[in-house]
């Protein structure tokens, strides 16, 4: 762009009066140098800017983490990327909360691996698990899994013992000091999700609940800004107090078996999950349902979520809630 140099009239107008002949004035152009736009990097597992634009070189890790009611309030679930709840014995549910962009200081409190697990983890391209042990036909199905496992049986530095906090529900680990001790891993996960800010065309809901049991019915509230978890009519807090919030809530229906192992002194059986083929899917994202199909060939990828045309659903950039809902739970949406 071209700009002019304005020079003051009245010298000019008495230079003019002095000389019977006219004054050329020599104007030198100016350039306006061009600004470049840096491209903005995203966070693999969130689709939100990357720390310093740069997604950070390491893996995910995959933290398995208590939701009974003694367990709670829980540390690190509002630093996940992305959190997964599951059914396990009983129907009671228990987390995996997985961490690649942001690393908390504190995680837990964590406890022992479910058969469920390995379906997830195989979503993370080889992340880090993180448990405290598990029956021994769930530990080697987990050992077998596209994962790095880290039982904390056998890496007991990893762990932490906060005061107030009585076993078993007092085990936490530090996201930093895990990466450090897997420092040869360098590889981030590949997205499982499309993101983007535009709100797709769906149902406005306010709450969506799920009634998994009677001491994990949880229920979703939109407040305008995020999705928060509330039990029982009370908002659930992180242990900082921070209400437990998510920008996507993603129900994916599951069929589900009982057996054959039994995994606690009550006589619960394992929940096993079919996690490949298709089912029903529900996105919650700005207020708004979509409903949709989720579909996975295979357990060498993550689901893929598509609405009732064939498109891929986007996600509202920012932390999910997977929900693994047995076809047998009740749903309530309103």
Known sequence: MKFLRFIPL?????????????????VSPTTEKPTSTVPVVAC????????????????????KVDNYPNARPQSGLNNADIVFEEPVEGFITRYVAVFQCQSP??????????????????????????????????VSAVYQANDIEDNLFTHSQLQQNPPGRYAPYDTYVVPSQIWQLNSSDTLPPAPIFNYAFATPTGQKVSSVNIDYSPTNNGTWTWNGNSWVLSYQGATQLDASGTPIN????????????????????????????????????????????????????????????????GNQIPLNPGRTWVEIVPDQVSITVS
């Open 10 to 26: 009245i010298p000019l107008l008495a230079l003019a009066q002095a000389c019977s002949s006219p004054t050329v004035l020599k």
């Open 44 to 63: 693999p597992l969130t689709g939100l800017q990357a720390p310093k634009n740069a997604v950070p070189s390491r893996p995910a890790i995959a933290i």
């Open 105 to 138: 200081p504190q995680v837990g409190p964590v406890r022992s691996a479910r058969l469920i697990d390995v379906g997830i983890l195989d979503e993370l391209s080889k992340p880090i698990f993180i448990h405290v042990g598990g029956i021994d036909p769930v």
């Open 246 to 309: 998510a920008a996507n809530i993603v129900v994916e229906r599951e069929s589900v078996t009982f057996g054959p192992w039994v995994e606690n002194a009550q006589g619960g059986l394992e929940v096993v999950a079919f996690q490949t083929g298709t089912g029903k899917a529900s996105v919650f994202r700005n207020g708004i349902e979509v409903d949709g199909t989720w579909s996975r060939p295979s357990l060498n990828g993550a689901p893929i979520l598509t609405d009732s045309n």
